[in-house]
Nanobody, 119 residues
Framework: QVQLLESGGGLVQAGGSQRLSCAAS????????MGWFRQAPGKERELVAR????????YYADSVKGRFTISRDNAKNMVYLQMNSLKPEDTAVYYC????????????WGQGTQVTVSS
């Protein structure tokens, strides 16, 4: 089992920045693909960003491209999401998740951290 714990959420003004952290523990593996998802009230959960095991490949949703940056530190079992130029529509619960390469779904999820962007 892998445990994921997000931190860094909170209230921020539009245009501001925030950095989310995800700490992995348990049967961690540097091979896992790591992703950040978010879910706003009344909306489906969406993939925001994804990073390969070595950081060489990343993916961003169009809505955050150019504003968010995902990174990882495998030595520390940490994944980060740097969020800049935040907009009210970025308000959501943000989740960290891990996927075993070659599988379809994300097997491990954190409990989420609330990010609220005020206008």
């Amino acid at each position: 089992q892998v445990q994921l714990l997000e931190s860094g959420g909170g209230l921020v003004q539009a245009g501001g920045s925030q950095r989310l952290s995800c700490a992995a523990s348990g049967r961690t593996s540097s091979w896992y693909v790591m992703g950040w998802f978010r879910q706003a009230p009344g909306k489906e959960r969406e993939l925001v960003a994804r990073i390969s095991w070595n950081g060489a490949n990343t993916y961003y949703a169009d809505s955050v491209k150019g504003r968010f940056t995902i990174s990882r530190d495998n030595a520390k079992n940490m994944v980060y999401l740097q969020m800049n130029s935040l907009k009210p529509e970025d308000t959501a619960v943000y989740y960290c998740a891990a996927r075993v390469p070659g599988t379809d779904g994300y097997a491990y999820w954190g409990q989420g951290t609330q990010v609220t962007v005020s206008s």
